[in-house]
């Protein structure tokens, strides 16, 4: 008899909301392909650890809808080092695991690269709420969090209306201004501030003072957290624009709460095409979605792959923002 290929699953770096809809298809695809499953706690630093436990079909029932993740998920340092790498690629060898499932962002599938390049069998599935994985045209997680800080922007922009304010909203975004991006246009932002771009916070309130003479009772400022911190530019902008502004901090509110209709199915797809990957015999390899349909590329698109800001919708929000 043949040996029954086994199938584990991690996810790993900062959680987004459809993380357990990926869990959930990647068992589910899996035992459809008659594989074995296994559930690794708590990212690469579980796997270190050898926190691994076998999953069943019921095992992941009643979660695709649930925000976060039920394995965990950590940030892993030491899978950047030699001897990490070492202890991991054992720990899959002695469980006898025939592919991995890496559900995360570009470090994560940094270090996946790093077990392909050691013979193991890894496929990615590209889930953060950041939407900076290269190669993809989205990543799970990001629809959901943009649609949270879109509901949230909305009852801030009621009180700005009320008090005749303006506020600096902060969304998550380290490095990338995407999250900023999509929710300023989704929000009617005045000023939306990415680190991609530099900006003169005396032409931010060049901005903010024109709409005021023009007789609008609320500006929003939408930040990156990568470009400003939100009460230090309300603090700068109050003086300089001669009324009150005040600071909004979204920050983890963001990467909760359960995964739009948008983000369950995405992470369905992706997670269950890992899989046929994985069984296929393919490796160091991500699913991305394209268009409107998904397949595989390789791993290192994620991140090598400068995930620039599409323009044309950074030069829509200045227009559109009168
Ligand atoms: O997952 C990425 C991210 O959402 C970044 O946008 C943010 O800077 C970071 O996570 C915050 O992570 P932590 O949970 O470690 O504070």
């Keep these: 008899m043949a040996d029954v290929p086994r199938i584990a699953v991690l996810t790993s770096g900062g959680d987004s909301p459809g993380m357990n809809a990926a869990i959930r298809a990647v068992a589910r695809q899996a035992i459809a392909g008659e594989a074995e499953v296994l559930g690794i706690e708590r990212g690469f ?47 899959l060898r002695a469980r006898g695991v025939t592919g991995l499932v890496v559900i995360g962002g570009n470090g994560s599938f940094r270090a996946a690269d790093e077990l392909h390049a050691r013979g193991v069998k890894v496929c990615g599935v590209p889930a953060t709420i950041d939407n900076d994985v290269g190669g993809t045209d989205t990543c799970v997680g990001f629809d959901t969090a943009l649609n949270t800080i879109a509901e949230a922007a909305g009852k801030v ?35 939306i501030l990415v680190p991609e771009v530099p900006f003169d916070i005396r032409d931010v309130c060049r901005t903010i003072v024109a709409g005021v003479e023009r007789g609008k009772r609320h500006s929003l400022v939408v930040v990156a957290e990568g470009a400003a911190h939100a009460m230090h530019l ?16 979204l920050g983890h509110v963001q990467r909760g709460g359960s995964p739009s209709a948008f983000d369950r199915i995405l992470a369905s797809r992706m997670s269950a095409l890992a899989v046929r990957a994985l069984l296929e015999g393919q490796s160091g390899v991500m699913a991305a979605l394209r268009y409107t349909s998904v397949r595989t590329i390789r791993l290192s698109e994620g991140y090598t792959a400068e995930r620039a800001l599409p323009q044309e919708l950074y030069d829509l929000a200045g227009v559109l923002a009168r």
Excluded at 234 to 249: F, I, K, M, T
């Design 45 to 91: 630093e579980g796997l270190l650890e050898d926190a691994v436990r076998p999953l069943r079909i019921g095992d992941v029932g009643g979660i695709l809808d649930r925000g976060g993740t039920f394995l965990g998920t950590a940030r892993s340092e030491r899978m950047f080092t030699e001897e990490g790498l070492e202890t991991a690629v054992g720990v």
């Design 157 to 191: 922009r009621d009180t700005a209306s009320s008090h005749a304010r303006t506020f600096v909203i902060e969304v998550m975004g380290r490095r990338s201004g995407m999250l900023a991006l999509y929710s300023g246009l989704a929000c009617g932002a005045d000023r």
């Design 234 to 249: 309300a603090a700068e902008l109050s003086p300089l624009c001669g009324h009150q502004v005040r600071a909004v901090v």
